[in-house]
């Protein structure tokens, strides 16, 4: 690794999403989460696995305030925060760049800054030349980046992000996986990801987060050691080194722990 390249985090830290104690009751008496504490700082990509059912994707629908906790503290201090949920959620009837503009449309921007941060975020994501494609013209692995590039649009500080890749093959898993990373070195965006496969939470991550079954709370918290920096977001070779398979291993043991 190179000494001379500025490391991604930096050393004033600002906390975007503290939950403290953060519970959820829904109406009909089902207790998704308990006592989860997490929070996620600037320069942070953190990573959430856990369990089927656990209350992962409500703990993020906490984070983005489609849902209130029903107690503990919940507080997010980002005045913009991207989403992105597993499935696509295009528009069938409109083209990629319709879609990725549709934020911003709502947002009520101009239609030349809309068409001009649609345009810069279709780049970001690799997927010049297909504006005018429809989503069904496209491959799963595209259609998530057209939803990717939609959030981006945004400029978000918090980019929120449901299993985004459970649907791709791994192949197509791993080139986003990358194009993420590099994204969250040059965006400079804080990340909240939720995934099931603990290498994915590995590499992508600065930290990781562990989470028991039903009502969900956080059991173990993983700081990840391996570099990232703007120049080399991270190599991907890390994934067939042996500190890579023990740290995978520790969180893989910590989640079965969990689930008992
Ligand atoms: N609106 C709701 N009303 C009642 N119960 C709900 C509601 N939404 C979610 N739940 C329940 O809360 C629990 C957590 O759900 P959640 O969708 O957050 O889990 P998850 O960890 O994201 O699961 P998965 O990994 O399968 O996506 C589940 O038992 C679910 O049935
Ligand atoms: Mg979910």
């Known amino acids: 690794m190179s000494t001379a390249t500025a490391p991604v985090t930096t050393t004033v830290t600002s906390t975007l999403l503290d939950f403290h104690d953060v519970e959820m009751t829904f109406p009909d008496g089902t207790v998704a989460l308990r006592g989860v504490h997490l929070t996620v700082d600037r320069g942070e990509f953190v990573s959430v696995v856990g369990p089927s059912g656990c209350g992962k994707s409500t703990l993020l629908r906490i984070a983005s305030g489609l849902e209130h906790a029903s107690d503990g503290t919940a507080q997010v201090d980002a005045s913009r925060i991207g989403y992105v949920f597993q499935d696509a959620t295009l528009l069938p009837w409109r083209s990629v760049r319709d879609n990725v503009e549709l934020l911003a449309e709502l947002g009520g921007r101009s239609k030349e800054e809309r068409r001009a941060k649609a345009d810069r975020a279709i780049e970001l994501v690799g997927l010049t030349g297909f ?46 996986n990358d194009e993420l990373l590099r994204l969250f070195v040059e965006q400079r965006f804080a990340g909240l990801f939720i995934t099931h496969s603990v290498s994915e939470a590995v590499y992508l991550s600065t930290k990781v987060v562990v989470m028991s079954g039903r009502p969900g709370t956080v059991v173990r918290s993983f700081d990840v050691p391996f570099p990232m920096t703007r120049d080399m977001p991270r190599d991907p070779d890390i994934r067939f080194t042996p500190e890579f398979a023990e740290l995978v291993g520790e969180v893989s043991r910590a989640l079965r722990e969990g689930h008992r």
Do not use: N, V, Y
């Open 131 to 176: 504006e005018k494609h429809l989503p069904k013209q496209l491959s799963g692995g595209m259609r998530m980046r057209t939803s990717l590039a939609r959030s981006l649009t945004l400029d978000p500080e918090l980019f929120l992000f449901d299993e985004p890749f459970g649907a791709l093959d791994e192949i197509t898993r791993e080139r986003l």
